[in-house]
């Protein structure tokens, strides 16, 4: 890198920062993605980003223009590798595809494609010459590219040899198309007539390339034509959106006839599809989604920032780049690898089990249809459908006993789990109820205009004690006193005659402002209430006629609040799960009064409930069940190891059949190791194989992926992480990219 370039870089990324704190008013971070750096204005006029390398292209004159190629495996720091003068006359727009970038120049009537297979040497290796007026949009899939046109309809181009990019097919039906967006075999153009001025989105089967047919058209009333429109494929699923309109959504499993779904969240403006994962914008926020529910996306994470800036968005996992409009200042990179589950993750099983809530007693978990045995290890082994647990709402366990809400809130149950797994129906008490608690002999109901009390004794033959009116979000019960909270006030009941609860304290909240309906967990004579923005609450209730506020704790992440009852673990630590950053959070409670921060993991979920169970934290999402063991401080005497960036290199990278992955433990400090791996996960955060190195551990070593997993099966196309480990510590990582052909 030559001096005058490097210096502008660090420039650059200085004044980026400069310009972060001085727009704290207009940018606010959420949920666990981080900014990993803003570019600005003067570093682009285009920006695109593919498999760690970063294209820009700078106006120079009504000609030319310079196309800039980085190294951004580090977006903070990118290296640049080459520069060089392009064609650039009254471009629509420039994309990178598979190492090249496409440039389409109306006035000179081709499309430009440079080769990026060397970036440190970009070369122009085709001029495709077609006839390009009335160019309007082009789009990839596979080795086709397709453009759209005002006069010429829809051209499908070979691109599989790089030298020649032969037209092998088009369709017209002699109206303008405007946009195009294709996926596998298919495509969807936007028309529009501008003499009607009706818009429609017509879908292209393009499985035979030579000869694409239009099949069925959806019509898009709302549409004006300057509204900005993106449509995104996921499967059979088709999402079109529109800045001013609802996100529609349909099925074209039938090309021939796609059919509407339903209307879903308004102004979006952009959508990409990473396996699960939808990541848009809209409302001025970045928004990361898991689609385990097509037609109900939820938000596992967010950024906010101000709409004017935002003009495209690009994916280069794990990187987001949010790039401004055409004479905007920014472009904001994001970095979304801690949406992918933490390497403790040690197993996940896709179970039965439905609803959001586990419950467990010694080696058993219940949920709202199955139980299984958790094993010491923390496997599930032995699951088994309970058809007789599928009325159930949120199911929780205590001392033996399975206890929960109906589903629909007509009644509750109680269930003796006290024999190895076993279930037995001891009672149901019919009357409307939302959540149930046990405390000793008493049995709670709650609903939303108050709390019925049974002592259950005999839990057969529950005996009605007394009803508490009042619209409580939350209660704890400790012996002969029991403490519930609503919006406004903690209240303590004495239960000295259990059949007439006498209150003997009110606390009031004051002007605190809640996120949250408070939640509460009770250990040591200390309650744990939650629901604040930024902070959880510590009261010493060991006078229960004066419960004081005596601490607190601050979240990490500003703005979050927790809004699921927090659990302690079988050490006694408070452990609770985040709303917005989506973070398991761990505190010591040494000094129950003064919660003091110990470990924290970034989830790519949203959890609902949360279980402990030996060593391990235990969650559900949708039928999947997370196993992840509790972190472990670090020691003074533990193998501690900084990532090195250089560690890993793979070739080819993208690779259809086989990459060899070098590994140059020379870069490495100089310590003993007697074991390293190479364990490579999905997007996901799942392992899919493990690599083993010689145990003499040489230098430089390599070792062949042939694009499987562990039980030999061929891996899906993807992203990949390969993820170099020593004595089980993570030391580098290095991305791969699977396309077979």
Known sequence: MTGHVKTFILR??????????????????????????????????????????????????????????????????????????????????AKLYRSHVYIPDIWGMCMRRYSLLDPANPVLINEYGINMVGYRDFAFSGDYLLISTQTLGLRVVNIANGYSTPEVGHVVDGNPLFRVWAQGNRAAVLSYNLTTENAVIKLVDFTNPAGPILRGVIDLPDYDYNDKIELAFKQNYL???????????????????????GNMEYGLTNTVFIDDYRICVTGGALRVQSLDSPLSPVDIATFDIQSSFYQHLAIDWPFAYLIGEEYGPYAYCLDLSTLTPPESIVDTYDTQFTGTSIAGWQQWLYSRNSIAELSPTGYL??????????ALGKVKSDNGLLHAALLGGTGSSLWDIGNAGELQLLCTIPGSTTETYISG?????????????????????????????????SMVCDGEVFWVTDYSSLKTYSLSDPQLPIMINSLSFGELIFAYPPRMAYRSHHLYLTGFRDEIKVYDVSDVTNPLEVGHVFLQMLHDAIQQTPCFSPEGDLVVSTAIANQLIIYDLTDPSSPEYAEHLNLP??????????????????????????????????????????????????????????????????????????????IKGQKIRTLSLEPNLKDRQSVVWDGRNERGNPCANGIYFIRLCAEGRSIAMRRITLIKK
């Not at 082994?381 to 599928?390: D, F, G, R, S, Y």
């Not at 049974?454 to 409580?472: A, E, H, Q, R």
């Open 605 to 682: 979920y949203k959890i609902k409930d949360l279980y402990c169970y030996q060593d391990r934290f235990l969650f559900k999402v949708g039928t999947t069940l997370y196993s992840i063991q509790f972190p472990q401080p670090t020691g003074a005497d533990d193998l501690v190891m900084p990532v090195q960036p250089n560690v890993i290199n793979c070739y080819p990278n993208p690779f259809a059949e086989a990459a060899a992955i070098l590994v140059d433990l020379s870069l490495l400090p100089p310590i003993k190791i007697q074991r390293t791996d190479l364990i490579i996960y999905n």
């Open 441 to 473: 002999n008493y049995f709670f109901l709650q609903n939303t205009s108050s709390i019925r009390c049974f002592d259950i004794s005999d839990p057969i033959n529950p005996v009605f004690l007394f009803s508490l009116p009042g619209s409580y979000s």
């Open 239 to 261: 999402y079109v959106d529109m800045s001013y309109a609802q996100t529609k959504m349909y099925n074209i499993g039938d090309l021939n006839t796609p059919v509407f779904l």
């Open 381 to 390: 082994v032995n699951i088994q459908t309970c058809p007789e647990l599928t």
């Open 12 to 93: 650059s990324i200085q004044i980026m920062f400069m310009c972060a704190a001085m727009m704290a008013l207009c940018v606010s971070l959420s949920a666990s993605i981080e900014m990993k750096a803003i570019y600005p204005s003067s570093f682009y006029d285009i920006m695109m980003v593919e498999d760690g390398i970063m294209v820009t292209l700078q106006q120079v004159d009504n000609y030319y223009a310079n196309m800039k190629v980085y190294d951004a495996q580090d977006p903070a720091s990118p290296q640049l590798l080459s520069s060089l003068y392009v064609y650039y006359r009254d471009p629509r727009e």
